[in-house]
């Protein structure tokens, strides 16, 4: 019997041996898991950073555009400066106007026979793409060179709304501001002294677009007058937005006979 203690405490000595290396091994897993876990939270911690950028592309992106007032390039002719402002609103002209024209002798003349037209062109065609004027070559290359400027100061100033713009057709209003709701209103004739004024008008939002005569007084003197004042009237009908406009200087009759059908054709409109 005493010859057999040794080999017990052989035993014992070579079991607790390899419990302790068991129990060693067993530790080192346990921090594989610790160093995984630590590993791990540090992309949980990066994703909100990620966020931050994307919230600040949607603030930039619903910043407003494609309203206000934009003035094109200035214009060089060979009779003089021609420089065009729009007045843009919901990214659609609804005032265009010459800030500079070619002045002095023959100019002026042309100018206020040519300007009109073109302003009630560019309104008219939401563009550049307008005819020149006959007799004022120059004045209307010289306008839709600085028109179109304007148009891609407009462009380039609404460019970086275009999501704001989309997310807000999803909302619902963008079938109500739809090209759909344009429609276009003739007027009752208003007879004058010098003949028959009938006004057409596009509306469109709420808005007059376009303002038109298909009837105005005809023959003799009444051609000239009919000439300057009409595209003058039919400018101020769609900058007012009503009939209260004022009448044009040596065109009394004309100017009275065009704001009765406007406003006709308004009242038709629903005001």
Not at 101 to 130: C, F
Not at 180 to 204: D, E, F, H, L, N
Not at 207 to 229: F, H, M, N, Y
Not at 244 to 255: F, L
């Amino acid at each position: 019997m005493r010859k057999s203690h040794p080999i017990r405490r052989v035993v014992l000595a070579t079991a607790a041996t390899v419990s302790g290396v068991v129990l060693l091994l067993s530790l080192k897993p346990a921090s594989d898991p610790a160093a995984a876990s630590a590993a791990g939270a540090a992309p949980q911690q990066t994703a909100p950073g990620r966020q931050t950028p994307q919230g600040g592309q949607q603030g930039g992106a619903q910043a407003a555009a494609g309203s206000g007032t934009v003035t094109g390039d200035a214009a060089q002719t060979q009779y003089g400066t021609v420089q065009v402002r729009l007045t843009v609103a919901g990214g659609k002209i609804t005032k265009a106007e010459a800030v500079q024209a070619p002045k002095g002798g023959l100019s002026d003349q042309k100018t206020q026979l040519a300007v009109p037209k073109l302003n009630q062109e560019a309104v008219a065609a939401q563009s550049a793409r307008i005819d020149a004027v006959s007799g004022a070559t120059y004045t209307s290359a010289g306008y839709k060179k600085s028109l179109q400027s304007a148009l891609d100061k407009v462009k380039a100033s609404s460019a970086g709304s275009g999501g704001s713009s989309g997310t807000a057709g999803s909302t619902g209003s963008g079938g109500s501001s739809g090209a759909a709701q344009a429609r276009t209103v003739t007027g009752k004739v208003s007879q004058t002294q010098y003949g028959p004024v009938q006004v057409r008008i596009t509306v469109s939002g709420g808005k007059i677009t376009k303002a038109e005569a298909v009837q105005a007084p005809k023959g003799g003197l009444s051609d000239q007058k009919t000439q300057l004042a009409v595209p003058k009237l039919n400018q101020e009908a769609v900058a007012a937005g009503n009939a209260d406009i004022d009448a044009v200087s040596g065109a009394t009759y004309t100017s009275t006979g065009y704001k009765q059908s406007l406003q006709s054709a308004l009242d038709q409109a629903g005001g």
